[in-house]
């Protein structure tokens, strides 16, 4: 098993910047590929993006490609979301999710999950 914890999400304004973090533990960290999502009320969980086990491989979703920015201190056990230019559609609930080996990208891949953290974009 895997306990994942995010924290960072908080209230900002509209072109604002946030950097969301996940800390891992109980299992190697290296063994998994980590992924963010989120959900706003009455959507589906989006995959924003992924990262691989080494961080040499990402992926995007097209909504925040060129606005966020996904990475890993494999060190620290913790991933991280950069974001940039903040819109109010980014506003939701955003998860922290390990997947075994490499990137996935369907939300049922993702074997443990943490408890999200909210993020509210104002203008």
């Known amino acids: 098993q895997v306990q994942l914890v995010e924290s960072g999400g908080e209230l900002v304004q509209a072109g604002g910047s946030l950097r969301l973090s996940c800390a891992a533990s109980?299992?190697?960290?290296?063994?998994?590929?980590m992924g963010w999502f989120r959900q706003a009320p009455g959507n589906e969980r989006e995959l924003v993006a992924a990262?691989?086990?080494?961080?040499?491989?990402?992926y995007y979703g097209a909504s925040v490609k060129g606005r966020f920015t996904i990475s890993r201190d494999n060190a620290k056990s913790t991933v991280y979301l950069q974001m940039n230019s903040l819109k109010a559609e980014d506003t939701a609930v955003y998860y922290c999710?390990?997947?075994?080996?490499?990137?996935?990208?369907?939300?049922?891949?993702?074997?443990?999950w943490g408890q999200g953290t909210q993020v509210t974009v104002s203008s």
């Open positions: 109980g299992r190697t960290f290296t063994d998994y590929a």
């Open positions: 990262i691989n086990w080494s961080g040499g491989n990402t």
């Open positions: 999710a390990a997947a075994p080996t490499g990137i996935r990208y369907w939300a049922s891949s993702y074997d443990y």
